[in-house]
């Protein structure tokens, strides 16, 4: 048995292409896997995946890339032809994704969970089941496993269950607003194939959101648990909402404080299931989170004006994603409120974001518009975001629990690793 790990990058984000970039969640979540088969006794086979946008094809191509979509599909076939090329039955499938790149994560989970994978002897037929998918409005034909005319010794699909789906603020969206050069069909809209629920086969599910991000084309999709019941209890679904705008959740950023929140939250609710090397954790945890490194020479100087004093947890600067953007463009984003109750939805906010309501970060109040009307209230033990709704009825948002993570984990380290003194040869530079 191995573990199959496919990461699906956002757009215009690339660990391997372009100019030098500071590295988005899912390449850092792919570097934080531990790769030593004889400690863990298995291998973690990985592919990373350039988001779109990223490749040679000039101003044009890759204006055309980010702006439609272009090369989403592309990127959705070459990770099914990597699983299937590796896959044995027993092994275990894991998919990341950031943006749209978590877009193509869902889709292809979906895809595999409905229509399976393929024996690689019989990889010509992939082709044209995506093509049936693809276009078909009927997707109850594609979602039946048993193939009739199996060969007598090989099976053609295998019906393989997807460990985990984990996505850092999925982006349906395939346009931009219009603009006469980067988008002058003004082309909006969404994949007509695409289904937001879980497909039954993945057993987990986890989704970072961004609270602060208002660009109406990075609308988030939300997943949504069967309206099936039994089928729902077969799926683990973790929705979690963040502050900071879209790349701080999905990281990306110079100041990657907010962005390694949502990372030690994932790759701690994937530890029982993938191996993560904890000298990286570690290092993470001392780079961007030590006050004396973060303003000494060890780092860029003054990346973006912000290679300043660590403010604590939390407190990590919050970007604007839309500097000089059409207000008439804006959609804030509404938790709780989206296309199916909570209950399905299964939402609940980080206990970063009640930390950052009170702590004022860089000297001033944080009210995303987001949270228009929530207020945070304690019941018992447990911390609720509670929305009066009128004539009674209250929209009440969770909050996650964090006296209930481990100590030691990424998570708790982030929070509560005691801050190192400056030594002395790095105080006189």
Known sequence: MKRIIVLCDGTGQ???????????????????????????GTDQVVFYQSGVGTADLGLLGDLKQGAIGDGIEDNIVDGYNFVMTN????????????????????????????????NKSFSWEFKLAWKAYNVSTDKAKYDAIQNPHKHPFVPRVYNPKI???????????LGLPWHPISNP????????????????????????????ECRGPFTPTLWYLPEDQEV??????????????????????PDQAIADLTLAWMID???PFLD??????????????????????????????FDRVY???????????????????????????????VDRSCEVVHASVRERWSARPENRDWRPPSLKGFEPKQSGEQWEWVKNLGRGKLLILEEEPFEKKEKGSFEWLLRYAPVQQAPEDVLKK
């Open 232 to 253: 729902a209890k077969t799926i683990d679904l973790h929705q979690c909402w963040f502050p900071g705008v879209h790349t701080n959740v999905g990281g990306g950023y």
């Open 185 to 212: 069909g003004g082309v909006s809209g969404e994949y007509a194939h695409f289904d937001g629920s879980l497909a039954p086969g993945i057993e987990h599910a986890f989704h970072a959101l961004a609270l602060d």
């Open 311 to 341: 403010q604590g947890w939390a407190r990590g600067k919050q970007y604007d994603s839309y500097k000089k953007g059409q207000t008439w463009t804006w959609r804030y984003r509404t938790p709780g409120a989206y296309d199916a109750p």
């Open 269 to 271: 609710l994937c530890r």
């Open 14 to 40: 690339s660990a391997s292409r372009g100019e030098l970039a500071v590295p988005t969640n899912v390449h850092r979540f792919g570097q934080a896997l531990l790769n030593d088969p004889q400690k863990i």
């Open 276 to 305: 993560f090397d904890r000298r990286y954790i570690g290092t993470l945890v001392d780079l961007n989170h030590q006050p004396w490194k973060i303003r000494s020479k060890h780092r860029e100087a003054n990346p973006d004006g």
């Open 87 to 118: 896959y044995l039955p027993g092994d275990e499938i894991f998919i990341y994704g950031f943006s749209r790149g978590a877009y193509t994560a869902r889709v292809l989970a979906n895809f595999i969970a409905r229509v399976g994978m393929f």
């Open 163 to 173: 460990k985990v789906v984990g996505c850092w603020d999925t982006v349906a969206s």
